[in-house]
């Protein structure tokens, strides 16, 4: 099993939709949890940070952390077509910055 | 942040040869990381690049495949040698550490390999 679970896609809608990436965990030892965007030949860029459980909220993107069922998720808003990348979710223990990576999810947000 | 480059953005490679990927920081970073990215799969953490000591090696990636150097705090290669088409990936290296927070890493483009 792997230690961070992510649905590949891709996933498609319309402009303007509400979108939701999600992604499970096994290793109770993780305490912080990431999105990283990642645009077609590109690296990936840091998005979304947030530490053990929670909501974090950054203009329309919203992370949310449920430690209790390991479940991490993230929430587009007004999803655009700039929106249109693939979404990596990523976590590490308290203790360290070895980021542990799902395998991402490919977003095209269509006109 | 950071700004990181990465030589060469893509090779095409013949097997059994090696290529060298440089990677170059805009400032002095404590934490320098390689990945692999291969399609379809996450990325995969290939080793930490140490400056002035060797190395640290993930589980599956050896010294002698893979061998790294950091001369300084700005700067850092990996090479992949005797190559074969497995090796066909995506190679990123990262940087963490600059604001100390956990986990916050920032990716250089990333250089595209091909074995044939």
């Known amino acids: 099993q792997k230690e961070v679970e992510q649905d590949p896609g891709p996933l498609s809608v319309p402009e303007g939709a509400i979108v939701s990436l999600n992604c499970t965990y096994s290793n109770s030892a993780f305490q912080y949890f990431m999105w990283y965007r990642q645009y077609s030949r590109k690296g990936p860029e840091l998005l979304m940070y947030?530490?053990?459980?929670g909501n974090k909220e950054d203009g329309r993107f919203t992370a949310q952390v449920d430690k209790s069922s390991k479940y991490i998720s993230l929430f587009i808003r007004d999803s655009q077509p700039s929106d249109s990348a693939t979404y990596l979710c990523?976590?590490?223990?308290?203790?360290?910055?070895?980021?542990?990576f799902g395998t991402g999810t490919q977003l095209k947000v269509e006109l | 942040s950071a700004v990181i480059s990465q030589k060469p953005s893509r090779d095409i490679c013949q097997r059994g040869t090696s290529l060298t990927i440089q990677c170059q920081v805009d400032s002095q970073v404590t934490m320098m990381f390689w990945y692999r990215q291969q399609p379809g799969q996450s990325l995969t953490l290939i080793a930490t690049a140490n400056q002035g000591s060797e190395a640290t090696y993930e589980s599956g990636f050896v010294i002698d495949k893979f061998p790294i150097s950091r001369p300084n705090l700005t700067f850092s290669t990996l090479t992949v040698s005797n190559m074969s088409p497995e090796d066909s990936s995506i190679y990123l290296c990262?940087?963490?550490?600059?604001?100390?927070?956990?986990?916050?890493?920032?990716f250089g483009p990333g250089t595209r390999l091909t074995v044939t």
């Open positions: 947030t530490y053990s459980s």
């Open positions: 990262s940087v963490g550490g600059l604001a100390g927070v956990k986990g916050e890493q920032y």
């Open positions: 990523a976590s590490t223990p308290g203790g360290g910055n070895k980021l542990t």
